[in-house]
């Protein structure tokens, strides 16, 4: 299996979904298993990935759970990630795939949908790259933070406002984690699950990470780390 080359392929056909001109695509349907009201375009955009890796694993998906095909492997994805965003036209929104064996995750692939930007992660390689073209990814000052979850956490925003730090909540969890090393820091409160976080997690793996008591900390430089740690979990 060629794990990277058919995420490439997947990728391509959920943006051609999106663009597809149907308004359907965005109705609302039932409950899915994570717990979110799913669109059509998240169910969609699963029946893509069975269509493709079916046959090479299990898989544990937001909409469906967990769909036991007997094999070795367990494939953990969020078919669409950050559904509002791409509801409502916002170009921040994405798809993520983490690769599981013995209790493990040996690969992911994480891709904004909006880009083209994609993420990906094995025991040999790290790679930034777009579907679409050959990118020079340019440098970042690492300034920002990205705090997703905001509007349901006042008592952070309070915090972080009391120190004069700004911040950013652009709604998709798996992009913003896959983002992490370009950012001063990633937050999050709230339910923590698999298939929001397995492939992001894995990709930044070598940041600074804490999660603890729903929430989750993510940065690069220990100074950020250990200053925004005083301030969500001892503050």
């Known amino acids: ?24 695509i ?3 349907t ?5 717990g979110d009201v799913s669109m059509n375009i998240d169910l969609l955009s699963e029946q893509i990935y069975i269509k493709y890796l079916s046959k090479y694993g299990n898989i544990y998906s937001e909409e469906s759970g967990f769909l036991d095909n007997n094999k070795e492997i367990t494939f953990i994805i969020d078919p669409i990630d950050g559904s509002f965003n791409i509801s409502n036209a916002f170009p921040y929104y994405g798809s993520s795939i ?28 790290r790679i930034e790259q777009n579907l679409f073209y050959k990118k020079k990814f340019t440098p970042s000052l690492r300034e920002i933070i ?4 905001a509007y349901s956490n006042i008592d952070i925003c309070e915090k ?20 992490a090393h370009k950012s001063k820091a990633v937050i999050f409160k709230g339910e923590i699950r698999d298939f929001d976080i397995a492939a992001a997690l894995h990709f930044n793996s070598h940041l600074n990470i804490k999660i603890k ?7 690069k430089k220990k100074k950020d780390f250990k200053y925004l740690e005083n301030i969500l979990f001892k503050g």
């Open 30 to 34: 039932t409950t899915g298993f994570g």
């Open 213 to 219: 008591d729903n929430i989750i900390l993510i940065a």
């Open 160 to 179: 972080l406002a009391s120190h004069n730090i700004k911040y950013r909540s652009p709604g998709a969890l798996a992009l913003s984690i896959a983002l």
């Open 98 to 125: 983490a690769v599981k064996k013995n209790n493990k995750i040996i690969k992911s692939f994480i891709v904004n949908l909006a880009t083209g930007d994609y993420f990906y992660k094995d025991k040999n390689k």
């Open 1 to 24: 299996m060629n794990f990277l080359k058919i995420c490439k392929k997947i990728s391509k056909e959920i943006i051609a979904l999106i663009h597809s001109s149907d308004k359907s």
């Open 146 to 149: 990205l705090f997703e979850k």
């Open 26 to 28: 965005f109705e609302k």
